[in-house]
C-alpha cells in the first residue's frame, strides 16, 4: 500500500541518514522508492530513486537524533533546492552538494530523482576539509574538474562487485574522500559569498573582543612573563 512504502521510506531515511520530516511533492502519482548502500571504509555510499519528496530536519528532529555527520550527494537525475545556514543551493544532474546533519536543513526534490549519497563522519571530514561547515548549501557544479574525478568515482564505486577484503574496500572510500575534499577546496572555499561570510564573522569577533574590552577594561601584561621574550 501507498501508506506503508511512504512509511517504510521515511524509516529507513531516519535510519541510515538523519532523521528528518519527509513530505510527498506530488500525491497524483503512485509513491515509489528504492534504494542499494555500499559501506567503504567509513563512507557509505547510496543510490538512491524516489519520488519527489521535501526533507524538513528541525531543532526537534536534531533532540531526536543528535546525528552529527556530514552528507553529500551527487544528483543523476531530477533537481532539488537545499537550504542550511542561510545558503540556498540549486542542484541539477552533475551538481554536488554537502549539508550538516548537526545543523537544520530543508531539502526540496522538486521531481522524481536519483542521487548518490555519502554520508562521511564529521571528524573524518574536517581533518581533511577544516572549513566544511562553512561549505554546506553550496553548489559544486558538474564543470568543476575534481568535482567531476570524484563524481566518476562514486558512480564507479556503488557498481562495483563486494570486495572480499576490508582494506582495499577502505582504500576506495578514502580517494573518494580525498577527492571531494580537494573539489571542494579547490572550487568552493574562494566563492565571494563565502569570503563575505567569513569577513562577517571575523568583523563579529572584532566587535565582541573589544566589547569585552571595554567593560573589563584592556587585559593587563604581565611583564616579568615576558621578559626575555622576544
Not at 531515511?13 to 571504509?41: L, P
Not at 538512491?48 to 531526536?64: F, H, K, Q, V
Not at 575534481?146 to 562495483?160: D, K
Not at 559569498?193 to 574590552?213: F, K, P, S, T, Y
Request: aromatic fraction near 8%.
Amino acid at each position: 500500500r501507498q501508506r506503508d512504502r511512504y512509511a517504510y521510506w521515511h524509516e529507513v531515511i531516519c535510519r541510515f541518514y538523519a532523521r528528518a520530516e519527509a513530505h510527498r511533492n506530488d500525491r497524483e502519482r503512485a509513491f515509489f522508492a528504492e534504494f542499494d548502500r555500499r559501506v567503504f571504509g567509513t563512507l557509505a555510499i547510496s543510490d538512491i530513486r524516489c519520488a519527489a519528496l521535501r526533507y524538513d530536519r528541525r531543532r526537534e528532529d536534531l533532540r531526536l537524533d543528535p546525528n552529527e555527520d556530514f552528507l553529500l550527494t551527487l544528483m543523476l537525475d531530477g533537481q532539488a533546492h537545499l537550504e542550511q545556514g542561510g545558503r540556498l543551493a540549486v542542484q541539477q544532474p552533475g551538481g554536488i552538494v554537502l549539508y550538516d546533519a548537526a545543523r537544520e536543513f530543508v531539502y526540496d526534490f522538486t521531481s522524481p530523482y536519483r542521487i548518490l549519497l555519502v554520508r562521511i563522519p564529521r571528524r573524518t571530514l574536517l581533518s581533511r576539509l577544516p572549513d566544511a561547515e562553512r561549505m554546506t548549501a553550496v553548489t559544486l557544479g558538474a564543470g568543476s574538474g575534481i568535482g567531476s574525478m570524484a563524481a566518476w568515482l562514486m558512480r564507479s564505486a556503488i557498481t562495483l562487485p563486494a570486495l572480499p577484503e576490508a582494506g582495499p574496500s577502505a582504500k576506495v572510500g578514502t580517494s573518494i574522500l580525498e577527492l571531494i575534499s580537494a573539489a571542494f577546496e579547490a572550487d568552493v572555499a574562494g566563492r565571494r559569498e563565502l569570503r563575505r561570510g567569513a569577513a562577517r564573522r571575523r568583523d563579529d569577533l572584532a566587535r565582541r573582543r573589544r566589547l569585552a574590552v571595554g567593560r573589563h577594561g584592556a587585559p593587563r601584561r604581565d611583564v616579568g612573563l615576558c621578559r626575555g621574550g622576544v
